[in-house]
């Protein structure tokens, strides 16, 4: 009878969280309002220290409107016990193309941001059209875990 290692868990030190956060581009985002939870997945540019957004008008802005504080989960997962996963918690904010001109300045440092994803972004190529509302997800944490059903760790 042959004994299966047991898996290794570990937290990720903070290169490693930041560098799982860089190397993916889907993530789902958690956030509540009264005594509703919900959680939707969305694509993303981590840059800065902070996590760069869009996402089309509607009741998920209306949420974060009244709750902006959000948590923000990435997974890369392999197998049972081989993955990596991040969960960053921290204030949305919207960013909007006006007012004075640090905002001016916030927004077009996103947008050229989320265009290093969607090169197309808000123009008229742009994929997904509906998406004009941009977010940047201010983190106050983020922590790390892994497994691995292997000797490396």
């Not at 898996?7 to 993530?27: I, K, M, Q, S, Y």
């Not at 996590?51 to 008008?57: D, E, K, N």
């Not at 440092?109 to 290093?116: E, G, Y």
């Amino acid at each position: 009878m042959t004994r299966t290692r047991e898996p290794t868990f570990r937290d990720l030190d903070a290169d490693e969280a930041a560098e799982l956060l860089a190397r993916n581009h889907v993530g789902r985002i958690a956030f509540s309002f009264h005594d509703r939870v919900d959680i939707e997945p969305l694509s993303y540019v981590f840059a800065d220290g902070a996590i760069y957004l869009r996402t089309a008008p509607g009741s998920k802005l209306e949420t974060l409107a009244h709750s902006p504080w959000v948590a923000f989960e990435v997974d890369e997962v392999e197998g049972a016990f081989d993955w990596r996963s991040v969960v960053a918690h921290g204030t949305v904010y919207v960013l909007e193309d006006g007012g004075g001109e640090i905002a001016r300045e916030t927004y077009r440092v996103a947008l050229d941001r989320i265009r290093q994803l969607v090169p197309a972004a808000l123009t008229h190529r742009d994929p997904t059209p509906t998406r004009q509302v941009i977010l940047k997800l201010h983190l106050t944490d983020m922590r790390g875990r892994s497994a691995s059903s292997s000797n490396s760790g």
